[in-house]
């Protein structure tokens, strides 16, 4: 009940002062007022005001978010498992594959990591460049 007292008030202030920007032809900062200062009520008419009350001071429904907080800790650490094997997992086929190669035989190929492959350098050969910054007078 007094949530409901308390947005209503708000509500009404803010009617107020959108008045007093409209009566000083601030139409569209009036406009603007008045929307913000119509949500407190809407949000008091739908009951979202008594629903987000009898939440707060609910034990069940902090025990929910402690639940809810706990599979999401869940999920996020069992993730990073996997992603941590995952990576010893690539990085034990890299080692073997050498090792296991004979000494006449070609190379395996590379294992996939799924990062692309960094452009071999071509030394110093600029002149690309060169003649770009040479267009441009620079």
Avoid: Q
């Avoid at 692309?116 to 002149?127: L, Q, Y």
């Amino acid at each position: 009940m007094l949530a409901e007292t308390i947005c209503s008030a708000v509500s009404t202030a803010g009617l107020g002062i959108a008045a007093i920007a409209a009566y000083r032809k601030r139409f569209l900062s009036a406009a603007r007022i008045a929307a913000y200062a119509l949500v407190p009520l809407g949000l008091v008419m739908t009951g979202a005001v008594a629903w987000i009350a009898d939440t707060a001071f609910s034990p069940v429904a902090w025990a929910g978010f402690g639940v809810l907080g706990l599979a999401w800790l869940l999920l996020l650490s069992t993730r990073a498992v996997e992603r941590r094997r995952a990576g010893r997992a690539g990085a034990a086929v890299a080692e073997a594959a050498p090792r296991a190669a004979a000494p006449g035989a070609p190379a395996p190929p590379r294992a996939v990591t799924g990062k692309p492959r960094a452009a071999e350098p071509a030394g110093d050969d600029f002149s690309d460049i060169e003649a770009i910054l040479k267009k441009h007078g620079i």
